[in-house]
């Protein structure tokens, strides 16, 4: 649809796969189909997504960093999860390289 508007986009595109949750859940092994990776509970969501320990996009592997829907602030089109984890990638970085 997005091509209606934009010149050249279809040609663009690589490929495309398009499932049915029940599909996305058995290829991913995502709980019920889930899009967020959990399910969203109280103790699971904010800051402490996607789990205790694992949140603020840190990992206790020293350099690993979770980024995506399974993050905070959650799954949707907003590219929030990936932008705060790269933000905190970057201070990680500063501070190795000082």
């Known amino acids: 649809m997005a091509c209606r508007y934009y010149a050249g986009l279809k040609e ?22 889930a899009l967020s ?15 205790w320990g694992l949140s603020g996009y840190t990992t206790p592997l020293d350099g690993l960093f979770l980024g995506g ?3 905070h602030p ?5 590219g929030l999860p990936g932008k705060l ?10 501070k190795r390289s000082r």
């Open 69 to 71: 829907a399974g993050s």
């Open 12 to 33: 663009l595109e690589i490929s495309r796969l398009v499932e049915t949750p029940v599909q996305f859940a058995e290829r991913t092994r995502a709980r019920n189909g």
């Open 74 to 78: 959650g799954g949707g089109v907003s």
């Open 37 to 51: 990776h959990v399910d969203l509970t109280l103790l699971r969501m904010g800051p402490l997504r996607p789990a």
């Open 85 to 94: 984890s790269s933000s905190r990638v970057d201070r990680y970085l500063a």
